[in-house]
Nanobody, 124 residues
Framework: QVQLVESGGGLVQAGGSLRLSCAAS????????MGWFRQAPGKEREFVAA????????YYADSVKGRFTISRDNAKNTVALQMDSLKPEDTAVYYC?????????????????WGQGTQVTVSS
């Protein structure tokens, strides 16, 4: 049974930082790409950032480029999302997801396992 468990969400003021973490179990972590997605109320779930199985390749949505950093620790089966210079429009539930390694890190439909999500709220 694959499990992805996110942590680190919370309430922060605009301009502040948060670090999300996702712990994975149940599959060979190093065989899978990992991604972060988010969903705001009334909106579709959208891509935020992703990292390839080795960590060699990363990809970011334009809206977070230069502010967010994704990383992974294959020895600990974890992936993190460092979020700096947060804006109110970053408010959403953030989801960790995994997929078999391949093309198109940003493609939501290729991710086959998802965590339960963690709330991030940025106040103005």
């Amino acid at each position: 049974q694959v499990q992805l468990v996110e942590s680190g969400g919370g309430l922060v003021q605009a301009g502040g930082s948060l670090r999300l973490s996702c712990a994975a179990s149940g599959r060979t972590f190093t065989s899978y790409d990992m991604g972060w997605f988010r969903q705001a109320p009334g909106k579709e779930r959208e891509f935020v950032a992703a990292i390839s199985w080795s960590g060699a390749n990363t990809y970011y949505a334009d809206s977070v480029k230069g502010r967010f950093t994704i990383s992974r620790d294959n020895a600990k089966n974890t992936v993190a999302l460092q979020m700096d210079s947060l804006k109110p429009e970053d408010t959403a539930v953030y989801y960790c997801a995994s997929r078999p390694s391949g093309y198109g890190l940003w493609l939501k439909d290729l991710y086959d396992y998802w965590g339960q999500g963690t709330q991030v709220t940025v106040s103005s």
